[in-house]
């Protein structure tokens, strides 16, 4: 499944209007560990398309959302839920790690 590649204005516009959870996805270069966990999300995205929102942003683009949100080692892979941070992961995470805090956003009544 594509990710879509945000703007800093195009990420705050979706974290206020999400009525489902939001992982994002802050990449910067063309790192090995980079793309191992961009197809991770890739392939989990289609498990959860219908009630998790995938987006991904260029952090040597738009630096702003990375600094807002402490995103300082990348990749960085942080879920929102109701425009709040609900959980985070830096680094090689796994898929079934991923796939335990999306569910866990999902069934939470945050």
Excluded: Y
Aim: proline share 5%.
């Amino acid at each position: 499944m594509h990710i879509p590649t945000v703007t800093d204005q195009m990420l705050e516009k979706v974290l206020q209007a999400a009525a489902s959870p939001v992982l994002v996805e802050f990449t910067e270069g063309d790192s090995p560990v980079g793309a191992r966990v961009h197809h991770r999300i890739e392939a989990i995205a289609e498990e959860f398309d219908d009630r998790v929102i995938f987006l991904r942003i260029d952090c040597d683009e738009n630096p702003t959302p990375a600094a807002a949100w402490r995103a300082v080692e990348r990749p960085c892979v942080i879920i929102f839920k109701r425009n709040r941070e609900f959980s985070r992961c830096m680094g090689n995470v796994d898929r079934e790690s991923l796939a335990r805090l999306l569910e866990r956003a999902i069934m939470a009544d945050v």
